[in-house]
């Protein structure tokens, strides 16, 4: 396994103020990127890029203040980098796990709304920059919990039952239907889209939740969970390693192409889930 070098290239990556994530940002900065990084927080974005300065030395580390789980918010991103010129590499790395239903400001499960939309909805808005600094990847961190998961798709945000594991597994199963489906869109182009599992990182994941989840994920943390820095090995593979620089619709572990859930691989999900996401973020009428 070698990591390239970025020296040239931009790289934008949601969810970078935290977790592997952060340490994504951290080595890609490192490899000489001019680093595009989407957070929620200004004050934590502000803390990272000065971390990731003081530890690199790249001072070109630019910032996107926005709440992914707003559609409008998404459009806004888009609009910046798109203003910015070329994108080389994008890393859809935000996501996470709400114990109780919620919804996003455009009225959509939390879940469905940051863990998937958001990457299929900046990452369509985004192909144009990407075709212009192609050779271009597409990094999605999806999740081994998409392995026992299926897509309700009578009722993908909730609405009727809803369980936090259930709508988590299904955002992370999304992920590599997307992944998939957006491969295949890009046969013959020089954009490649790939889906990584981090494995189970000790990390901030989940304890935005009631005290209750934070000690559980904590407790579970502690008895099996590997660091940040191992946790970030694959997405920092597959956004610079020239190893992968052709690999399109795969899903790595540990830094290996890896067999999906069954599920995953059905192609009638992949363009149904692709047509109803369209239609949920206002794609479909862009198009």
């Given at each position: 396994m070698k990591n390239g070098s970025m020296t040239g290239k931009t790289v934008l990556i949601t969810g970078a103020t935290a977790g592997i994530g952060r340490v994504t940002a951290r080595e890609l900065a490192a490899a000489g990127a001019t680093m595009i990084l989407v957070a929620r927080s200004r004050e934590?974005?502000?803390?990272?890029?000065?971390?990731?300065?003081?530890?690199?030395?790249?001072?070109?580390?630019?910032?996107?203040?926005?709440?992914?789980?707003?559609?409008?918010?998404?459009?806004?991103?888009?609009?910046?980098?798109?203003?910015?010129?070329?994108?080389?590499?994008?890393?859809?790395?935000?996501?996470?796990?709400?114990?109780?239903?919620?919804?996003?400001?455009?009225?959509?499960?939390?879940t469905f709304a940051l863990n998937h939309l958001a990457p299929f909805f900046l990452t369509n808005l985004l192909l144009d920059s990407l075709n212009r600094g192609a050779p271009s990847r597409v990094v999605t961190v999806s999740s081994d919990a998409h392995v026992r998961a299926i897509m309700n798709f009578d009722d993908l945000e909730g609405k009727k039952r809803y369980r936090a594991w259930a709508a988590y597994g299904q955002s992370k199963l999304a992920n590599l239907l997307f992944t998939y489906e957006l491969a295949r869109r890009l046969d013959g182009s020089a954009t490649t889209a790939n889906a990584l599992h981090p494995g189970f990182v000790a990390s901030e994941f989940g304890k935005n939740n009631g005290r209750f989840m934070q000690v559980v994920m904590s407790i579970a943390q502690r008895l099996g969970a590997i660091g940040v820095e191992e946790g970030a090995l694959t997405s920092i593979y597959l956004a610079s390693s020239m190893e992968v620089e052709r690999a399109t619709g795969k899903y790595f572990v540990k830094c290996q192409p890896h067999d999906s859930s069954p599920g995953s691989r059905d192609q009638q999900s992949m363009r149904r889930l692709w047509e109803t996401s369209a239609k949920m973020t206002g794609l479909a009428a862009r198009n």
């Open positions: 934590k974005a502000e803390a990272t890029r000065a971390w990731i300065k003081d530890q690199t030395g790249n001072s070109r580390v630019d910032l996107i203040i926005a709440d992914l789980s707003s559609l409008a918010q998404v459009g806004d991103v888009a609009k910046q980098v798109t203003s910015r010129g070329a994108l080389n590499v994008l890393v859809n790395n935000v996501g996470a796990i709400f114990q109780r239903r919620a919804e996003s400001a455009d009225g959509i499960e939390m």
